[in-house]
């Protein structure tokens, strides 16, 4: 895992997904209504339910909105999706995984190779990209206004059965195996308060974005993740800062 920072690129891309809240509730509606029906409607006996449901709080997501997509996944007349990744590479080379939750495949296939080709990339084969990427739990601490150290964060994370902390001016994170990223998760709350926590793909290394190709790069993340079907968007690129 290389040492950038992860935070730098989810916050670069904050102000774009605020501006499409309405469409983001609608992607998590899906995928609580498939972690429901692959798991139950019981988030205590649901882990990924429970994910999702954290996920949608985090959002601000109205708790309407919310039962509406368990309620449907109890029924016999609810859509048959299927999850897809995609992979390729954007502009100037960069990796990118496309994961999306669809009831069409050719629709959303034709879709994500139009966002690559017309934004300077190109959609690969399966296996083309994925190796570059690790599947991981990734916490975020904001240090403004947090009167704790290093030693001391080092010291609660590893007692909380993290694997590795990276810090930087703004920010404690935290990266967990998938399968500790709950019981991490929940230790920790009960200290800290989270600026993030979810589990991501994290690129083994980060290539910086070429700077003639930022605002390339930056308007296909934005068209992927803009489409109805797609529900997670991960890259290697090392965007600049604000």
């Known amino acids: 895992m290389s040492g950038h920072s992860k935070w730098n690129n989810i916050q670069g891309r ?37 994910l999702m449901l954290d996920k949608a709080r985090a959002a601000n997501m109205p ?22 990744t995609y992979e ?30 017309r934004n300077g990339g190109n959609l690969g084969e399966t296996g083309s990209v ?33 694997e590795d902390l990276q810090t930087s001016d703004d920010v404690f994170e935290i990266y967990t195996d998938p399968k500790d990223f709950t019981a991490v998760r929940d230790a920790l709350e009960k200290k800290y308060d989270l600026a993030n926590a979810e589990l991501t793909m994290i690129p083994k290394n980060y290539v910086p974005v070429p700077a003639d190709k930022v605002e390339q790069f930056e308007r296909m993340l934005d068209r992927l993740e803009d489409e109805d079907d797609v529900s997670e968007v991960y890259h290697a690129g090392e965007l600049p800062e604000d």
């Open 14 to 50: 904050k102000n774009a997904q605020d501006a499409k809240r309405g469409k983001i509730f609608q992607k998590l509606s899906r995928e609580i209504y498939m972690a429901a029906r692959s798991g139950g409607p019981d988030p205590d006996g649901n882990p990924q339910l429970r």
């Open 63 to 84: 708790k309407d909105n919310v039962k509406r997509a368990i309620d449907k996944s109890t029924g016999a007349d609810g859509a048959n999706y299927e999850e897809i």
């Open 88 to 117: 390729g590479y954007g502009p100037g080379g960069v990796a990118v995984l496309v994961h999306a939750l669809t009831d069409n495949r050719n629709r959303t296939a034709s879709a994500v190779r139009a966002d690559f080709t």
């Open 130 to 162: 994925s190796f570059m990427f690790d599947r991981r739990g990734y916490i975020a601490i904001a240090r403004e206004g947090l009167d704790v150290d290093e030693d001391q964060m080092f010291e609660d994370v590893i007692d909380a059965g993290a």
